[in-house]
């Protein structure tokens, strides 16, 4: 009895494994159907990828269904086309390629020489609490320039800001050295050059131009620098040479805030011109595409 009972118990096991392990040739079979299933999903990964660069929607299969999926960003000159803007120049305008490379070459060669070892030392002698009060005092300074940009604008809220933190931090913030309009009043910083004003106007920014020291611009921008060294508050309270002096601290002191990072992706970049022009063109076609929906608003 015992010894019927082990064989049968045998043949049942020798069954069993027989029926769990498929034929090598069905096993080879499933194991093609996996692996081209598996390069489909790849492909179709690939095109939902590429569709979604292109900024088109795509469609993908979840546990909860198929799901529609659209880019969150789009480049700026994609938005302009969108919205029935045709740009009216190219996204990269630098017909004077030539003359901004040797402007670019010697800035850099200023920047490393001279103006990097400066900030370096102005950062080693002066504690950030002193830094952050001269960075107060000028941006104080500059507070009646803003106030005239934004009143040209239209933009009376933003020069009424303008008004009560010139106000404010030259009585209780000591002269500007402090900045309780932020701290006590929540009262933003508007600030506001005269290239932001032409912009309100629909005044284009021409080609790409690189000034000295001051680095990447326009022709708009380098009216607006020169035009406002002229008129400049810091005119109002120094003769020549005090006020030239002013200006150059001022410098120093807002190119320390970006030495680190300048020098980072200067030397990161594989053509550090073509970096800083591109990311200088970008920003300023965003900030023309920001202005012009909010004129529309």
Request: net charge negative; glycine share 8%; with cysteine.
């Amino acid at each position: 009895m015992n010894y019927k009972s082990t064989l049968i118990a045998f043949w049942l096991v020798v069954l069993a494994g027989c029926s769990s392990v498929p034929p090598p040739e069905q096993t080879s079979t499933a194991n093609t159907a996996a692996t081209q299933k598996q390069q489909k999903s790849q492909q179709r990964v690939s095109e939902q990828t590429e569709q979604l660069s292109q900024g088109q929607k795509v469609s993908i299969a979840t546990s909860q269904g198929e799901i529609s999926v659209e880019p969150a960003v789009v480049a700026v000159a994609n938005a302009e086309q969108s919205s029935g803007q045709v740009p009216s120049t190219p996204d990269y305008y630098d017909p004077w390629e030539g003359f901004n490379r040797s402007m670019f070459s010697f800035n850099h060669a200023a920047y490393e020489y001279v103006l990097i070892p400066v900030t370096d030392g102005y950062k080693a002698v002066l504690p950030q609490p002193v830094r952050s009060s001269v960075g107060n005092f000028f941006a104080n300074l500059r507070e009646p320039l803003n106030l005239l940009n934004n009143l040209f604008s239209g933009d009376v809220d933003d020069a009424g800001s303008n008004l009560g933190r010139f106000l404010i931090n030259s009585t209780v913030g000591v002269l500007g050295l402090f900045d309780p309009a932020t701290s006590w009043f929540d009262i933003e910083k508007k600030r506001r050059s005269i290239a932001d004003t032409l912009t309100h106007y629909g005044v284009g920014s021409g080609p790409f131009l690189v000034l000295p020291i001051l680095g990447q611009s326009d022709v708009r921008g380098g009216f607006s620098v020169l035009t406002e060294g002229l008129i400049h508050p810091v005119n109002q309270i120094a003769d020549s040479p005090q006020n030239l002096q002013l200006r150059a601290v001022d410098g120093v002191d807002d190119f320390s805030k970006q030495s680190e990072t300048y020098q980072t992706l200067y030397n990161e970049a594989q053509d550090p011109y073509l970096y800083f022009r591109n990311q200088y063109l970008q920003g300023q076609a965003r900030d023309t595409l920001y202005e012009k929906r909010n004129t529309k608003e």
